[in-house]
C-alpha cells in the first residue's frame, strides 16, 4: 500500500456549517494526508455527510474555510471544485440505469474538452478495472449492486482527481461483495490516488484506512492513524462494540495501546453507532 507522504492533500479548518439556521459542524478541523486514505466514523447525525457537502461545495461554511493543496476551496462552485480535481463517489447508486457501461463512464470527462485525451483516460481507467470492460456494452441498470459501485469508482477517474470521496461505499451491499469493493479503494490507493472515506463499517474502514478521524456531535473527537482510532479502547467501545486488539481480535487494550499519536478528547461522549 503506498504510504502518505504527510503533508496536507486537504486542510478543513474550524469549519461551522449547517442547514436553516443550525449548525451541524461546529468548528471542524482535520487534515486528509496525501496519498492516504483517511476514514471518517462516528454516530448518525455527527456530520459526516455535511462534512462532505461542505468539501464538494454544495453547502457554503459560516466560519472556516476548506484547502486543497493550500488553494481555497470555500465559496467556490460544485464545478469550479470538479475541476479543480476532487471528485466524489455518492452513497447512493447514482448511474444512469437504461445507458451503457461505457456511456456511465465517459460521463465522468464530460469536463474533459480534448476528446482524444478523454479517450485516453478510458482506456486508462478500462486497464485499472479490467472487470468493467467485460460489461461496457450492459445497460447499467443490469449490474448487481458491487458491479454499479465499480462503474462508479472507474467513472470517477476520468478526471484523474487529485482527491477521491466515497461516502459509504458499502452501503447497501452483501457482505460477500465488500471484499471487491474495499479491494477496489485499495488498488485507487496504490495508484496513487488521496482519498477520504467516510464508512457505515467502521472496523473495515479503519482497517482499510492509513489515516482515522472520529466524529461526534458536529467535533472532531479523536483523529490518529486507521489502527490506533481502531484500537483506542474507549472507541472501540463506544463506536465498535469493543476495543480491537492489535491482533485484530475484540477484547481490551494490549500493552503500550491506547493513545499514542491521538489527537483529540477522548472522555465524556455518549454512546452511539457508526453508520
Request: net charge positive; glycine share 16%; hydrophobic share 40%.
Amino acid at each position: 500500500m503506498t504510504a502518505s507522504t504527510g503533508a496536507a492533500a486537504l486542510d478543513v479548518q474550524d469549519v461551522v456549517v449547517g442547514y436553516g439556521g443550525g449548525d451541524v459542524l461546529r468548528g471542524v478541523s482535520l487534515t486528509v494526508p496525501e496519498g492516504g486514505i483517511t476514514c471518517v466514523v462516528g454516530p448518525n447525525g455527527a456530520g459526516k455527510s455535511t462534512l462532505l457537502a461542505t468539501i464538494s461545495g454544495l453547502l457554503r461554511p459560516r466560519l472556516g474555510q476548506v484547502r486543497l493543496h493550500g488553494e481555497r476551496l470555500t465559496g467556490k462552485s460544485p464545478r469550479q471544485i470538479l475541476e479543480l480535481g476532487v471528485v466524489q463517489v455518492p452513497q447512493n447508486h447514482s448511474l444512469f440505469r437504461d445507458m451503457t457501461v461505457r456511456e456511465n463512464i465517459a460521463l465522468g470527462g464530460y469536463i474533459l474538452r480534448d476528446r482524444k485525451l478523454a479517450e485516453q483516460r478510458l482506456d486508462g481507467v478500462l486497464a485499472m478495472f479490467p472487470q468493467t470492460a467485460e460489461w461496457l456494452g450492459r445497460k447499467a441498470g443490469s449490474l448487481s449492486g458491487g458491479q454499479q459501485r465499480l462503474v462508479e469508482f472507474a467513472r470517477c477517474l476520468m478526471v484523474e482527481p487529485r482527491l477521491v470521496i466515497l461516502d459509504e461505499p458499502s452501503m447497501g451491499l452483501a457482505p460477500r461483495v465488500l471484499k471487491s469493493v474495499f479491494d477496489a479503494v485499495r488498488l485507487m490507493h496504490r495508484e496513487g490516488k488521496t482519498i477520504l472515506l467516510v464508512e457505515q463499517n467502521a472496523r473495515a474502514g479503519l482497517r482499510l484506512s492509513t489515516h482515522g478521524v472520529v466524529l461526534e456531535n458536529g467535533l472532531v473527537r479523536l483523529s490518529g492513524t486507521g489502527q490506533e482510532v481502531l484500537e483506542h479502547p474507549e472507541i472501540g467501545a463506544l463506536y465498535l462494540g469493543g476495543a480491537v486488539s492489535p491482533a485484530g481480535q475484540s477484547g481490551g487494550p494490549g500493552p503500550g495501546q491506547g493513545g499514542t499519536g491521538l489527537t483529540g478528547p477522548v472522555n465524556g461522549a455518549a454512546p452511539g453507532a457508526a453508520r
